[in-house]
């Protein structure tokens, strides 16, 4: 029987203290505060989590202390993948040992004109017959210049061990045709927090939500609110946030997400190179989302 996702899940970012190692200290601070809201659980390594600049120890080790010092009623999704099928299937079961109850894998895109329909089965069959826990699908289009068709997405779903995807598209369109192409058990989460209530509206069951590390309650209270039939009360949630999800997302990224999180009483501290931290303006700018969107006094 497949497994199936619902709700919110924050993509948690990975603190680091002034010489640019992971301070684990941080990451248990932010998780004891995260734990007191009703998410499902954490991506570890969605992109917000700066994965690219971490070595396969680190991811192991940050994988290993998000469970320790996690709510065991929370589940653990570690972002593992790679243009490479064999490193993806290690990191892969390393993660299942170290804790992780299921994997999102991002498209390969290195050779994005290769990234076709039967490339991208073949990839993802592999890795699904190839390792222990559950996989979830990562659309990104954005940042890897794929994007996974629908038919593919619904072949896929028939995998008993494909059990959805994160898609983090601004496309409603897609999101429907997606939802009404895979089948009921087959889950299908909004990838930002700007389309999380039409993504609901489309049929999403959920969302990892960058904006979900800054705003929990907020995101809780549109799927909640939807769920109850409460639409005008979600639709004025979702309004609310929409600027700053864009500010911490498309316009600033991991800094912007980072400097909100510091500005909140959580600790986000510095990107590690070579992103580079927030000007001085750009911080007021967000601190004045921040305000706007009810967060901040």
């Given at each position: 029987?497949?497994?199936?996702?619902?709700?919110?899940?924050?993509?948690?970012?990975?603190?680091?203290?002034?010489?640019?190692?992971?301070?684990?200290?941080?990451l248990k601070l932010n998780l004891s505060r995260y734990d007191k809201f009703n998410l499902k659980g954490y991506v570890v390594f969605g992109s917000n989590g700066e994965s690219v600049f971490?070595?396969?120890?680190?991811?192991?080790?940050?994988?290993?202390?998000?469970?320790?010092?996690?709510?065991?009623?929370?589940?653990?999704?570690?972002?593992?993948?790679?243009?490479?099928?064999?490193?993806?299937?290690?990191?892969?079961?390393?993660?299942?040992?170290?804790?992780?109850?299921?994997?999102?894998?991002?498209?390969?895109?290195?050779?994005?004109?290769?990234?076709?329909?039967?490339?991208?089965?073949?990839y993802y069959l592999c890795l699904a017959d190839s390792i222990k826990i559950p996989l979830i699908i990562y659309n990104v289009t954005k940042f890897t210049n794929v994007n996974i068709l629908?038919?593919?997405?619904?072949?896929?779903?028939?995998?008993?061990?494909?059990?959805?995807?994160?898609?983090?598209?601004?496309?409603?369109?897609?999101?429907?045709?997606?939802?009404?192409?895979?089948?009921?058990?087959?889950?299908?989460?909004?990838?930002?927090?700007?389309?999380?209530?039409?993504?609901?509206?489309?049929?999403?069951?959920?969302?990892?939500?960058?904006?979900?590390?800054?705003?929990?309650?907020?995101?809780?209270?549109?799927?909640?609110?939807?769920?109850?039939?409460?639409?005008?009360?979600?639709?004025?949630?979702?309004?609310?946030?929409?600027?700053?999800?864009?500010?911490?997302?498309?316009?600033?990224?991991v800094a912007g997400l980072k400097s909100s999180m510091d500005m909140l009483g959580y600790y986000g501290g510095l990107p590690r190179k070579p992103l580079q931290p927030l000007e001085p303006?750009?911080?007021?700018?967000?601190?004045?989302?921040?305000?706007?969107?009810?967060?901040?006094?």
């Amino acid at each position: 029987m497949k497994h199936y996702l619902n709700g919110i899940f924050p993509p948690i970012t990975t603190p680091f203290n002034s010489d640019e190692e992971i301070a684990f200290d941080k990451l248990k601070l932010n998780l004891s505060r995260y734990d007191k809201f009703n998410l499902k659980g954490y991506v570890v390594f969605g992109s917000n989590g700066e994965s690219v600049f971490l070595t396969r120890e680190e991811k192991i080790k940050m994988i290993a202390t998000v469970r320790e010092h996690t709510d065991d009623a929370k589940l653990v999704i570690a972002g593992t993948g790679s243009d490479s099928i064999k490193e993806t299937i290690l990191l892969s079961n390393e993660a299942a040992k170290s804790g992780a109850d299921y994997v999102l894998v991002i498209t390969p895109s290195f050779f994005q004109k290769g990234m076709s329909h039967e490339a991208l089965l073949s990839y993802y069959l592999c890795l699904a017959d190839s390792i222990k826990i559950p996989l979830i699908i990562y659309n990104v289009t954005k940042f890897t210049n794929v994007n996974i068709l629908a038919e593919t997405v619904s072949e896929l779903s028939s995998h008993q061990n494909i059990v959805g995807i994160k898609n983090s598209t601004e496309n409603i369109a897609e999101l429907y045709e997606i939802v009404n192409i895979v089948p009921n058990n087959f889950s299908v989460l909004a990838g930002t927090g700007s389309v999380l209530l039409p993504g609901l509206q489309a049929g999403c069951v959920g969302g990892v939500l960058a904006l979900a590390n800054i705003a929990p309650k907020e995101c809780l209270d549109i799927h909640k609110k939807y769920v109850e039939g409460r639409f005008d009360e979600a639709k004025e949630i979702q309004n609310r946030i929409l600027a700053l999800n864009k500010a911490v997302t498309a316009t600033y990224g991991v800094a912007g997400l980072k400097s909100s999180m510091d500005m909140l009483g959580y600790y986000g501290g510095l990107p590690r190179k070579p992103l580079q931290p927030l000007e001085p303006k750009q911080k007021k700018e967000i601190e004045n989302l921040l305000i706007k969107a009810k967060l901040l006094n």
